[in-house]
């Protein structure tokens, strides 16, 4: 079992930057792929980006790329979303997930967090 708390969630002007932090609970932190998914208003759940177990392998949506960062800290149990360069359509809830093997923009993860929400404002 792993538990995931999201934090560092708040409300941003658009250009602005803010770091999510994903907690995780459990010994076996370093097996799990991480994902960050967010969902919008009046939209479904959407993949944001995930890194694999040791941080070696990083996937994006493309509407992200090269404005967020993923990472992660293995010691401190602990994954990390820096966002940059926000813009309106960001603002969503943003949620960190787990799962044992990373596969690439799936939605298919086994634990999830309860959410953060992230507004930016115009």
């Known amino acids: 079992q792993v538990q995931l708390v999201e934090s560092g969630g708040g409300l941003v002007q658009a250009g602005g930057s803010l770091r999510l932090s994903c907690a995780a609970s459990?010994?076996?932190?370093?097996?799990?792929?991480m994902g960050w998914f967010r969902r919008a208003p009046g939209k479904g759940r959407e993949f944001v980006t995930a890194?694999?177990?040791?941080?070696?392998?990083?996937y994006y949506a493309e509407s992200v790329k090269c404005r967020f960062t993923i990472s992660r800290d293995n010691a401190k149990n602990t994954v990390y979303l820096q966002m940059n360069n926000l813009k309106v359509e960001d603002t969503a809830v943003y949620y960190c997930?787990?799962?044992?093997?990373?596969?690439?923009?799936?939605?298919?993860?086994?634990?999830w967090g309860q959410g953060t929400q992230v507004t930016v404002s115009s």
């Open positions: 997930a787990a799962r044992k093997l990373l596969v690439p923009t799936t939605r298919d993860y086994d634990y």
């Open positions: 459990g010994r076996t932190f370093s097996s799990y792929a």
């Open positions: 890194i694999s177990s040791h941080g070696s392998s990083t």
